[in-house]
């Protein structure tokens, strides 16, 4: 994977880019000016990141992911990530036929639905998952492969399903490793 060279990444305007950022050369980034990456965070291939996204430190956004975070945003805490082909919306168009949707349309004649996502600190979306408008994903939670979050979650839980569901309690063992990997990599 090729990633972009520290030069590119500062000329194209994020409003904030920390240590050590990952982007690929294939990834597509829109709206920089509103995107706010941590440290030693990466962005794989074929990955589309727009609107206001905020992004915190060791975050991974894996190959064909699509975070849209449209006005209101969505956050990736430390240590979150998503795995391959995860999508997270901050807004979508209101499907019930009461109103046009797509973008090609006028906002008179939508309802949009906008509110903002946040996937806390040690949060992993499984794969092919989707994580729709005005969710929080707890501190800890791991999401199953192909789920769609439709409500916010209970911390350091385990949830899977259309729509997910809690399965069971997720250790914290992490934590510890959190601090002594945090003991050897400060901010320089």
């Known amino acids: 994977m090729a990633f972009l060279s520290e ?15 990952k982007i690929s050369d294939k990834a597509a980034i829109y709206n920089p000016e509103l ?6 965070s990466r ?12 992004i915190g430190r060791n975050v991974h956004i894996a190959v064909f992911c699509n975070v849209a975070g449209g006005e209101l945003g969505v956050t990736l805490e430390d240590f979150s990530g998503l795995a391959y082909g995860c999508h997270v919306f901050s807004q979508s168009d209101d499907y019930s036929g009461k109103t046009l949707t797509n973008p090609t349309i006028p906002e008179k004649f939508k ?11 040690h949060v992993i979306v499984g794969t092919c998952s989707v994580v729709l408008p005005g969710v929080t994903v707890e501190e800890g939670t791991s999401v199953g492969a192909m789920s769609m979050v439709t409500k916010s979650t209970e911390p ?9 569901k809690k399965l069971k309690s997720r250790k914290k063992d992490m ?7 945090l003991q050897g990599h400060h901010r320089e």
């Open 7 to 21: 030069q590119s990444l500062k000329e194209m305007g994020f409003k904030s880019l920390g240590l050590d950022v």
């Open 35 to 40: 995107i706010e990456i941590g440290d030693y």
């Open 43 to 54: 962005i794989d291939d074929f990955c589309v990141v727009s609107g206001k996204v905020s």
């Open 111 to 121: 309802k949009i639905l906008r509110a903002p996502v946040t996937l806390k600190r």
């Open 156 to 164: 350091w839980s385990v949830y899977f399903g259309v729509p997910a």
């Open 175 to 181: 934590l510890l490793l959190e601090q002594e990997y």
